[in-house]
């Protein structure tokens, strides 16, 4: 897990029906500060169809990660694909996960990195 009472940000989208309320949100972005600068650990983009995927390192101990001193760790990467329904829900239509592998602090806070250009293999489904 990670864990840390330092400076992090998540991001969230939302669904806003025609009446101004929220129908329905997901995590989309966990950005942390750390002694290595800005260390992203999860991340979206939507898709040409209008689809959302999010990819996110998941670490593979249950030991927790302090983000403000974020060391290397092995985890998996996850992508969860979602898609609005007529009511304006995510509803997942997707889930590939990668095989486990060494995650870099270095590579973590680099500020050309996107979680989902990690060069991992899949999980054979």
């Given at each position: 897990s990670l864990n840390d009472a330092g400076d992090f940000w998540t991001?969230?989208?939302?669904?806003?029906?025609?009446?101004?309320?929220?129908?329905?949100?997901?995590?989309?972005?966990?950005t942390s500060a750390s002694k290595h600068g800005t260390a992203t650990l999860m991340q979206y983009r939507i898709a040409a169809n209008g689809d959302v995927i999010i990819s996110r390192i998941v670490p593979t101990s249950s030991t927790?990660?302090?983000?403000?001193?974020?060391?290397d760790f092995h985890g998996y990467r996850?992508?969860?694909?979602?898609?609005?329904?007529?009511?304006?829900?995510?509803q997942v239509v997707g889930v590939v996960r990668f095989v486990p592998?060494?995650?870099?602090?270095?590579?973590?806070?680099?500020?050309d990195y996107h979680v989902w250009n990690g060069n991992e293999t899949p999980v054979s489904q």
């Open positions: 991001y969230i989208l939302a669904s806003v029906g025609p009446n101004g309320n929220i129908e329905d949100y997901i995590d989309a972005c966990i927790s990660i302090p983000l403000g001193d974020l060391k996850q992508d969860t694909t979602y898609r609005l329904d007529q009511d304006g829900k995510f592998q060494l995650y870099t602090a270095q590579m973590l806070s680099a500020a």
